[in-house]
């Protein structure tokens, strides 16, 4: 068997997981979770979220992928003695297809505003273009050409195909985005847009509380590319010799940075235009921004550099869930990486296209199934972390880290086993409580979490003799 590939810096890691974390989730879907879940008051419990689950998971995932230096279903073999560990590598395998089934979609939709933009067809009739940009044969064969370039890249390889191609959209993302913050900064009635982002509304918050915390969750596990496999993969190309924690927490504030930084244009952008981001589902805020770069005058121009950064973040987050079952068939089937990348690609095109052509189960599972099958994947990942790896994690978080991080390995490993799998359970459990239409109170989901819990544990213990 030949060598099996690294990153060639540490730096191309970092870059190639920012892309990964920086997509559609943070241009598309979180600027429509912010306006359909109060404002300002969502942003605040998603921060929170970010902090508290966000990093120390990120943590766990590289923990996995780095220590069993395989793709998710041969690390979990690699790191455990029970036969049924693997299977959660084939679930995360499973949910990166999932997720790809509707973000290759919209990475189509995408590609269309990036071509309309360019040729003024969208700009001169945003309602009638995004009806054929949406759903339908359209959708189909974009969605295709925006498969084909994302497995291209994967076709070349890890430091040859993901690392470069890291190296070369993360900077621009940000320098154009950065351009286009300060452009819309200059627009009259910007103003309305700051306000409604980043005002924080205590009475909101406290209000909504609850309701806000399953889709804060979601998009916060979501935005950091979480529970799907896809950032284990990546740090299975890793050595030892960089701190987890430290690279986790540069990716985490890059991809919060960023979030924000699209915010800070999307939401003057609108504002300036009278056109506030209402609810109304996935497609309403591609149907306002068309309207504000309609009525601008440098609408012309802003408007293909502004989908040119959302393809960019599109590509570079689609490659690592790619990589997932790609990485699997290779490590585990030893088939060549061009052959594996062909065939995921092939049934993808298959399942995206049925997707391109079904709205409702495209929202089904861009709205509900994402969030449930990551935060399912974290839920085991950080469940493995806590309870089965034990020490040898604690040992994989020091790695690369230096002496400082001892007490901090402790707090962090604790988190893992106890605070993350309660949290994550929880919002599991609400989430499919809601997906089935059953309403259970707080104190009854609090109960059967923790039971469940302990029933895992005695699992994961007996498994272990
Ligand atoms: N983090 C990506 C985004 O915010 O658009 C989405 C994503 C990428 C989710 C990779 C899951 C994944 F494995
Ligand atoms: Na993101």
């Known amino acids: 068997m030949s060598e099996r590939e690294t990153w060639s810096t540490n730096l191309g890691f970092v870059l190639a997981a920012i892309g990964s974390a920086v997509g559609l989730g943070n241009i598309w879907r979180f600027p429509w979770l912010t306006a359909e879940n109060g404002g300002s008051a969502f942003l605040v419990v998603y921060l929170g979220l970010v902090v508290a689950i966000g990093v120390p998971g990120l943590v766990a995932e590289f923990v996995i992928g780095r220590r069993g230096h395989r793709d998710p279903v041969g690390a979990f073999r690699a790191l455990s003695r029970s036969r049924w560990w693997p299977v959660v590598g084939v679930y995360a395998v499973g949910t990166t297809l999932l997720v790809l089934t509707f973000y290759s979609v919209v990475g189509g939709w995408i590609l ?5 933009s360019l040729t003024g067809a969208y700009v001169a009739d945003p309602a009638t273009y995004f009806g054929t940009v949406s ?13 084909g370039v994302v497995g291209a890249i994967i076709a070349t390889g890890v430091s040859g195909g993901i690392e470069r191609s890291s190296k070369a959209m993360m900077p621009a993302i940000v ?12 627009l009259p009635g910007a103003a309305g847009g700051y306000e409604f982002f980043l005002s924080f509304d205590v009475a909101t918050l406290r209000e909504n509380f609850l309701a806000i915390l399953g889709p804060a969750a979601g998009q916060a596990l ?14 299975s190309y890793l050595d030892r010799d960089e701190s987890l924690p430290a690279d986790a927490t540069v990716i985490a ?3 919060t940075l960023i979030g924000v930084l699209t915010g800070l244009v ?3 952008l609108l504002f300036s235009q009278g056109l506030p981001p209402g609810s109304g589902g996935e497609g309403a805020l591609f149907i306002a921004l068309a309207e504000a770069f309609a009525s601008l005058p440098a609408g012309g121009v802003v408007a293909p550099l502004f989908f040119g950064v959302v393809l960019l973040a599109a590509v570079s987050s689609a490659i690592s869930m790619l990589e997932t079952p790609v990485a699997y068939l290779v490590d585990e089937h030893a088939v060549p990486r061009r052959r594996a990348t062909l065939g995921v690609v092939g049934l993808l095109a298959v399942t995206g296209s049925a997707t391109a052509l079904a709205p409702s189960a495209f929202g089904l599972i861009a709205g509900t199934l994402a969030d449930l099958a990551l935060t399912g994947g974290l839920l085991a990942f950080v469940v493995f972390v806590g309870w089965v790896l034990g020490r040898d994690a604690v040992d994989e978080y020091r790695a690369g880290a230096g002496s400082l991080s001892t007490p901090l390995a402790g707090a962090w490993h604790a988190l893992v086993a106890w605070g993350l799998p309660v949290v994550l359970g929880f ?17 009854l989901r609090v109960a059967l979490t923790l039971g469940a819990l302990v029933v895992v544990r ?5 498994g272990r003799e």
């Open 266 to 268: 999307v939401f003057p």
């Open 112 to 116: 269309r505003y990036t071509v309309g």
């Open 458 to 462: 005695t699992l994961v213990r007996m």
């Open 253 to 255: 504030v890059a991809n």
């Open 427 to 443: 919002t599991l459990l609400t989430s499919l409580a809601s997906l089935a239409g059953v309403a259970l109170g707080v104190e």
């Open 222 to 235: 979501f935005t950091l590319s979480l529970g799907a496999g896809s950032m284990l993969t990546y740090a």
């Open 135 to 147: 759903f339908g044969p359209e959708a189909v064969v974009a969605h295709l050409v925006f498969l």
């Open 175 to 186: 320098v154009l985005l950065g351009g286009l913050a300060v452009w819309a900064f200059s």
